[in-house]
């Protein structure tokens, strides 16, 4: 098996195009294309080390379902763990993952929010978005409310980068708009500067979340049913993006309705891809892969072993939820190592439990 990388200067593509209201170093990107090719994969195990465990306090304040698609970020020596269908709450955790506080809390009031989006955090604050009143609202790290920010459209998810500036995403299909970008960056008080990545006829009307992953120092987008990450650097706001050249890629007339999944298509799940080193840690037709960008080289995982699509990255390790149940069926079944005592009686005591594994890539 090989694959072949190529590395190409800055282009505009037909799906995925930039469009700028300043001239300035936004536009300053470059492309990494990858040409697919999962016939003969490895396995993740070969080339993983160093795995960690932090079990989640189970806490009458601070449940969330381990099932459930999960925003986390490590900031300030603090888990930050967003469940936004089942509990619908930003809970913060120590590194030993104990419970420490929600931040916010629905309502109509000052500070409250409506129904959580998603979040994002840097070094001072906690911003918290609600779409559904347009609204960003700013924490400090002890949980006090500080401020509220209206945002310039009806965003889904939000990152922010180290000089306060924000990104935005945006879906005008699902509102039945044909125009308008997919991604904004905003100065601090979330005014418009820069749009990015028109939307088109190509583009899938359906909408799947989480779309930003945090990566330490960087953050990556996606959009469901596309062949493109997009991986931004927080202290330069400039990005890269990977192209996917799948041999058998949704077509383009097919990519807005859902007729696509009767035929056996490759594509970018909803998952965002987390890159660490070089490797790309992605998603494609709803399976979990590793694919080296310097050799080309494509892992699959391991039959039922634990190793997920990962929700972030924290000191150079992939980091991911997973459950108790999930931990003994995989250990019963002589898929995966015991985990240390203490860990393995925590996993092993009740299915709903929840833990974080970290570990790194060779």
């Known amino acids: 098996m090989k694959n072949y990388l190529y ?5 505009f593509f037909t799906l995925l195009s930039c469009k700028s ?10 492309n990494i294309s990858i040409e697919w090719n999962d016939k003969t994969p490895g396995l993740v195990s070969s080339i993983t080390e160093d795995i960690k465990y932090i079990p989640i306090e ?6 969330f379902s381990g099932n459930s698609p999960l925003k986390i970020i490590f900031k300030n020596d603090r888990i930050l763990i967003f469940d936004k269908r ?3 709450a930003l809970l913060m955790f120590d590194m030993d993952g104990r419970f420490l506080q929600k931040i ?3 309502g109509s009031g000052p500070g409250e929010y409506n129904v959580l989006s998603s979040y994002t955090a840097d070094d001072n604050y906690i911003y918290l978005l ?5 609204m960003v609202l700013t924490y400090d790290y002890k949980g006090n409310y500080i401020k509220a920010l209206k945002t310039p459209n009806r965003p889904m998810d939000i990152a922010v980068f180290n000089n306060g500036d924000f990104l935005l995403t945006n879906h005008p299909l699902i509102y039945g708009e044909e125009k308008g970008a997919r991604l904004f960056i905003t100065d601090d008080k979330l005014n418009i500067k820069n749009e990015l990545f028109p939307v088109n006829e190509t583009d899938s009307k359906l909408t799947m979340s989480p779309h930003f992953a945090d990566m330490g ?6 959009n ?3 062949d493109t990450l997009v991986v931004f650097d927080k202290r330069t706001e400039e990005y890269e993006t990977y192209s996917f050249d799948f041999p058998h890629k949704v077509p383009l007339e097919m990519r807005s309705e859902l007729d696509f999944k009767n035929g056996n298509y490759q594509y970018l799940s909803y998952i965002p891809a987390l890159v660490t080193g070089k490797y790309v840690v992605c998603t494609v037709s709803m399976k979990p892969f590793i694919i080296d960008t310097q050799t080309g080289s494509v892992y699959k995982n391991d039959k039922n072993s634990l190793y997920g699509n990962g929700n972030t990255i924290y000191n150079d390790h992939i980091v991911f939820a997973f459950t108790g149940g999930h931990y003994r069926y995989v250990v019963e079944n002589g898929n995966w190592p015991r985990a240390p005592k203490e860990m393995d009686e925590f996993f092993m005591s009740d299915d709903d439990n929840v833990g974080l594994i970290l570990y790194k890539l060779k």
């Open 58 to 63: 189970t806490h009458p304040d601070g449940l």
């Open 86 to 88: 089942r509990a619908n």
């Open 224 to 226: 469901y049913i596309q």
């Open 217 to 222: 120092d960087k953050f990556s987008y996606q």
């Open 104 to 106: 916010g809390k629905r």
């Open 21 to 30: 209201t300043k001239t300035d170093s936004y536009n300053s990107h470059q």
């Open 130 to 134: 609600d779409a559904s009143k347009s």
């Open 7 to 11: 590395l190409l200067p800055a282009v």
